[in-house]
T-cell receptor, first 112, second 113 residues
Framework: GEDVEQSLFLSVREGDSSVINCTYT??????LYWYKQEPGAGLQLLTY?????DMKQDQRLTVLLNKKDKHLSLRIADTQTGDSAIYFC????????????FGTGTRLKVLA | GAGVSQTPSNKVTEKGKYVELRCDPI?????LYWYRQSLGQGPEFLIY????????DSGLPNDRFFAVRPEGSVSTLKIQRTERGDSAVYLC???????????FGPGTRLTVT
């Protein structure tokens, strides 16, 4: 079955690192994505990782993928107040349509 | 335009009415997706178009929902006999092809009273 799970809330202090976790169930996933959603705004693609990779780094963002455990994480270094948002992970299912299955989102609150 | 656009940004309608939601994808993107995001949830897939045809409509909740993309560009999501449970943000996304990353529009917030 297709299911993506995330913890609902995360609170960190400005300047600390944030780690947002996600688990998925579909072993045929090809790409896994992280999106950011700010209040009243659309989904902004942050980064993605191909399923045969273990890690991807992009400036302050590091994505780690443990395919055996079907676990994905997003690390944000030096978290800033502007990083406060809801973060969604999504898997792209290899079913012909590559539709996305999204998690419920993790609300990140950055304390000054 | 540079990104995916959706109109209207907000729509309030009475229960039982018919509504149409429009999506303008990024120019040249052949794949188009509709998702629905209920309050406090992640987006859920509704329908996927490759070109003009609906290649996967498995996410449409029932036959009150229908979508078209007659010329392979703009798409319209149509909801008949709206119900209060249809209230949500309807998101449209487009991509260069079905295996590429999807770019999302700002969404249409539908409220059924």
């Amino acid at each position: 079955g297709e299911d993506v799970e995330q913890s609902l809330f995360l609170s960190v202090r400005e300047g600390d690192s944030s780690v947002i976790n996600c688990t998925y169930t579909d072993s045929s996933s090809t790409y896994l994505y992280w999106y950011k959603q700010e209040p009243g705004a659309g989904l902004q693609l942050l980064t993605y990782i191909f399923s045969n990779m273990d890690m991807k780094q992009d400036q302050r963002l590091t994505v780690l993928l443990n395919k055996k455990d079907k676990h994905l994480s997003l690390r944000i270094a030096d978290t800033q107040t502007g990083d406060s948002a809801i973060y969604f992970c999504a898997e792209s299912v290899l079913s012909g349509t590559y539709k996305y299955i999204f998690g419920t989102g993790t609300r990140l609150k950055v304390l000054a | 335009g540079a990104g995916v656009s959706q109109t209207p940004s907000n729509k309030v309608t009475e229960k039982g009415k018919y509504v149409e939601l429009r999506c303008d994808p990024i120019s040249g993107h052949t794949a188009l997706y509709w998702y629905r995001q209920s309050l406090g949830q992640g987006p859920e897939f509704l329908i996927y178009f490759q070109g003009t045809g609906a290649a996967d409509d498995s996410g449409l909740p029932n036959d009150r929902f229908f979508a078209v993309r007659p010329e392979g560009s703009v798409s319209t999501l149509k909801i008949q006999r709206t119900e209060r449970g249809d209230s949500a943000v309807y998101l449209c996304a487009s991509s260069r092809g079905h295996s590429y990353e999807q770019y999302f529009g700002p969404g249409t917030r539908l409220t059924v009273t």
